[in-house]
Nanobody
Framework: QVRLVESGGGLVQAGGSLRLSCVAS??????YGWFRQAPGKEREFVTA????????RYADSVKGRFTISRDAARNTVYLQMNSLKPEEPAVYYC?????????????????WGQGTQVTVSS
């Protein structure tokens, strides 16, 4: 059974850091993405990685603050978030696809996790 399980969300002060994890089980995926969705808003692309081809992509709003990485041995993808802003609270979702390509488009992904809540206090 293919599963993606996120963890690491929580409450952090503005300017603080969090590291989210996404453990994949059931298969090896070629690419992963992180998206977020705030109440009443569309799901928004954050970052993606296509590890076989060494490609990463970031939303302009997170460049220089967020970093995506992958641990092959643990089949886990991480999202390191630094300098979090008060406008960034959301449910953060991990997504995976079997094709190579760090896509920013949600429909390009085949599997999704259940999400982890990130709350930023000002």
């Amino acid at each position: 059974q293919v599963r993606l399980v996120e963890s690491g969300g929580g409450l952090v002060q503005a300017g603080g850091s969090l590291r989210l994890s996404c453990v994949a089980s059931g298969r090896i995926f070629s690419s992963y993405g992180w998206f977020r969705q705030a109440p009443g808003k569309e799901r928004e692309f954050v970052t993606a990685i296509a590890w076989r081809i060494g490609s990463t992509r970031y939303a302009d709003s997170v460049k220089g603050r967020f970093t995506i990485s992958r641990d092959a041995a643990r089949n886990t993808v991480y999202l390191q978030m630094n300098s979090l802003k008060p406008e960034e609270p959301a449910v953060y979702y991990c997504a995976a696809r079997t094709w190579d390509g760090a896509s920013s488009i949600p429909k390009d992904y085949d599997y999704w996790g259940q999400g982890t809540q990130v709350t930023v206090s000002s």
